[in-house]
């Protein structure tokens, strides 16, 4: 599976990348505003902080397609390997089409449907983003709507991915990954809770404890 930090705080990926098994990093346009630092400043930092073999994913303002076009081609050119994310509107699934006779990798984003997302993936996307805990707010079934989605991919757009997005709990994630999404992104917050449980820390004492009643000190 591929795990991702969705996150544009440098620090805090440096400090992860070394403790999780991540394969890179997702952006959006709200993520890169929360950082203040410009984007073509934090893109750069973030690729240095994920390393050679890390993914970068960043996404796109533009509302029509050429427009998307015309920033996908300078984030491809500027940041070699990232992915671009594209929201999937009809402009969206247009750019799509277009990027991949161009060779670049996209991300279908914004995806609150099964339909969409197949849409997506079938127009050339490689990964597809539902918005697992957006769905869920407002009504809907996130979790299954991205079972519908992952079946559907495996059916019909074999070479595309779910990359499961917005996640409030670390429960969400994980029944994600049980209906068989590769891929996760994580905030931090989310990610952190996933090592978070208090009872972890009470067993190692424990441990210590008897350790130390026995021998006096705490060396193997
Ligand atoms: C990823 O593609 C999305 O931009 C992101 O996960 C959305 O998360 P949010 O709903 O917590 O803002």
């Not at 969705?6 to 992860?16: F, G």
């Not at 539902?130 to 009504?139: E, L, M, S, T």
């Not at 809907?140 to 989605?149: H, K, N, P, T």
């Amino acid at each position: 599976m591929e795990l991702y930090l969705d996150t544009a705080n440098v620090a805090e990926v440096e400090r992860l990348a070394r403790i999780f098994p991540i394969a890179g990093v997702t952006t959006n346009p709200s993520i890169v505003a929360a950082s203040r630092e410009p984007l073509w400043d934090v893109l750069p930092r973030l690729q240095q902080a994920i390393g050679p073999e890390g993914i970068l994913f960043a996404q796109t303002l533009a509302r029509d397609a050429d427009g998307m076009v015309a920033e996908a081609k300078r984030l491809n050119n500027e940041l070699a390997g990232i992915v671009v994310k594209i929201p999937v509107t009809a402009e969206g699934l247009a750019a799509i089409k277009i990027l991949k006779k161009e060779g670049i990798t996209t991300l279908g984003t914004a995806v609150y449907s099964a339909a969409q997302g197949l849409l997506a993936a079938v127009a050339g996307a490689k990964y597809v983003a539902p918005y697992v805990n957006r769905i869920d707010a407002q009504g809907g079934d996130g979790i299954r709507m991205v079972q519908e989605l992952q079946s559907l991919l495996e059916l019909h757009a074999p070479e595309s991915k779910v990359l499961a997005a917005s996640f409030k709990t670390p429960r969400q994630a994980l029944d994600c990954l049980l209906a068989g999404c590769e891929a996760i992104t994580l905030p931090l917050d989310v990610a952190q809770q996933m090592l978070g449980t208090p009872a972890v820390e009470s067993a190692i004492e424990k441990f210590e404890h008897d350790w130390k009643n026995a021998f006096g000190n705490l060396n193997l």
